[in-house]
């Protein structure tokens, strides 16, 4: 009896495959060698210095026109929980300009939308899978490692990064261009990459298709920061895939601060 019932237990667990591998943690020892590579001790003027785009005084809708050009929707919001964004650029009569300041900093979801609402009821959403007209974007912060340890990992990426921007608090944001048309296609893309990019301290939970991130130029009102722009690249898709530590240094013409 008792092998029978032995034996039966083992059946059921050979059919369940074997146990899922253990799930990706934060490492600080391979971290910190990743940072002996890369350090520095002002990273908003190294990155500024390679950016392909000048990122002083750039607007919320400079930033979104530079990312999505002028015919892709994207929503925006005041905080993570505002069911109801401006539809940039399509919405009438308001504007980001009413979005510079917001409690916790303005966000924007990092995938481009087609401009309707998905599902019924309080399930109703501009801001969900069914509502994302592709899948180009991944984004990348780390709430792990401290800041200047986390630009010395976004320095050293090898991708294509489209942005890096200051959250008005501690984390930084990066957009990572990945080309993707649909979320199957974005997960086969990002999922090679995941564990590696968590060992060294990207968050998780934010590495989700249907993600927001901070927007650049606002200001988050419980820190009185800006979420600043640290680095832009408006030809994400068609430049060569270097790391922003082997880009050349850029020159920029200085412009007057308003």
């Known amino acids: 009896m008792a092998a029978g019932r032995w034996h039966r237990a083992t059946a059921a667990t050979n ?3 074997p146990p899922p591998p253990p799930k990706p943690h934060f490492d600080r020892t391979m971290l910190e060698a990743i940072l002996s590579r890369l ?47 401006l539809l940039w650029p399509t919405s009438g009569g308001e504007s980001l300009s009413s979005y510079k300041f917001a409690p916790k900093g303005a966000k924007f979801l990092i995938q481009p939308g087609d401009g ?21 974007f991944m984004l990348l912060e780390s709430d792990a490692a401290d800041t200047s340890a ?12 489209a942005s890096i921007c200051e959250s008005g608090k ?12 649909s979320k199957k296609e974005w997960l086969a893309r990002v999922d090679p990459m995941r564990d590696a990019l968590v ?14 991130s901070g927007l650049p130029g606002c200001v988050r ?31 920029h013409k200085k412009e007057p601060t308003p």
Request: proline share 9%; glycine share 8%; hydrophobic share 40%.
């Open 15 to 17: 059919a369940a495959g």
């Open 199 to 212: 060992t060294l301290g990207a968050d998780p939970a934010a590495m989700k298709a249907v993600q927001l």
């Open 170 to 181: 501690r984390s930084i944001h990066a957009m990572v261009f990945i080309g993707a048309k």
């Open 150 to 161: 986390w630009l010395s990992v976004l320095g050293q990426f090898h991708g294509q990064i």
């Open 116 to 136: 309707q609402w998905h599902g019924t009821g309080d399930a109703r959403s501009c801001r969900s899978e069914a509502a994302c007209a592709s899948f180009p």
């Open 221 to 251: 009102g419980d820190t009185g920061r800006e979420q600043r722009l640290l680095y832009l690249d408006p030809q994400y898709a068609d430049g060569p895939v270097l790391p922003i530590c082997k880009r050349p240094v850029i020159h």
């Open 39 to 85: 350090q520095c001790a002002d990273w908003p003027a190294y990155l500024a210095a390679r950016s392909p785009t000048p990122v002083a005084n750039v607007t919320p809708g400079e930033f979104l026109r530079a990312l999505y050009g002028p015919d892709k929707v994207v929503a925006v919001f005041r905080d993570d929980s505002e069911k109801k964004p």
